[in-house]
């Protein structure tokens, strides 16, 4: 009972937000705002637990990982991160090109059940110039390789670039 009604009183607050627009951000439009507290209710519903849950995004040329965030918080709470291997090598652990077709970013926007711990470090990518944390990869299990979008319904994916509304950055 009490799980019903955690779940309805979240669909019911993200569904009778306020219909303006803030900061700039574009209103959602009927089906996206469905999808959207969808979303939230399975992610209000995952388990509690010692673990992460991580979507890679693979942008051309960068060298981040993707995005990492604990058991029932909100993908824009996520936060963008380096990952350190000297435990357990990434997925998309591959040359920049392979024979095969296979590359690195192969698993762009799969999703990922992650062990492991935040250093304390912060690492500089020279290639998006951002300054991440660093994540201690322990282990990880796939969740899904079509988990569909990350931040927003509408959102649009582009090899070159981050979305336009990433966690962490002001925007």
Same mark, same amino acid.
């Given at each position: 009972?009490?799980?019903?009604?955690?779940?309805?009183? &979240?669909?019911?607050?993200?569904?009778?937000?306020?219909?303006? @627009?803030?900061?700039?951000?574009?209103?959602?439009?009927?089906?996206?705002?469905?999808?959207?507290?969808?979303?939230?209710?399975?992610?209000?519903?995952?388990?509690?637990?010692?673990?992460?849950?991580?979507?890679?995004?693979?942008?051309?040329?960068?060298?981040?990982?993707?995005?990492?965030?604990?058991?029932?918080?909100?993908?824009?709470?996520?936060? &963008?991160?380096?990952?350190?291997?000297?435990?357990?090598?990434?997925?998309?652990?591959?040359?920049?090109?392979?024979?095969?077709?296979?590359?690195?970013?192969?698993?762009?926007? !799969?999703?990922?059940?992650?062990?492991?711990?935040?250093?304390?470090?912060?690492? !500089?990518?020279?290639?998006?110039?951002?300054? &991440?944390?660093?994540?201690?990869?322990?282990?990880? @299990?796939?969740?899904?390789?079509?988990?569909?979008?990350?931040?927003?319904?509408?959102?649009?994916?582009?090899?070159?670039?981050?979305?336009?509304?990433?966690?962490?950055?002001?925007?």
């Amino acid at each position: 009972m009490t799980r019903w009604l955690v779940l309805t009183s &979240l669909a019911l607050l993200i569904a009778f937000q306020p219909g303006c @627009q803030t900061g700039g951000i574009p209103q959602l439009n009927a089906v996206d705002r469905v999808a959207a507290n969808e979303r939230a209710a399975a992610i209000a519903a995952e388990p509690l637990g010692d673990y992460w849950i991580a979507r890679r995004w693979w942008t051309r040329g960068t060298r981040f990982w993707g995005y990492v965030r604990r058991p029932q918080q909100k993908w824009s709470d996520a936060k &963008l991160v380096m990952m350190y291997e000297g435990h357990k090598h990434t997925p998309d652990r591959l040359s920049e090109e392979t024979s095969s077709g296979a590359a690195h970013g192969f698993d762009h926007n !799969y999703e990922y059940n992650m062990w492991g711990e935040f250093s304390g470090a912060e690492i !500089y990518d020279p290639n998006s110039d951002m300054i &991440l944390p660093e994540f201690v990869l322990r282990d990880y @299990q796939l969740i899904s390789s079509n988990p569909g979008y990350l931040f927003r319904p509408d959102e649009r994916y582009l090899p070159t670039a981050l979305p336009p509304l990433y966690p962490g950055h002001g925007q």
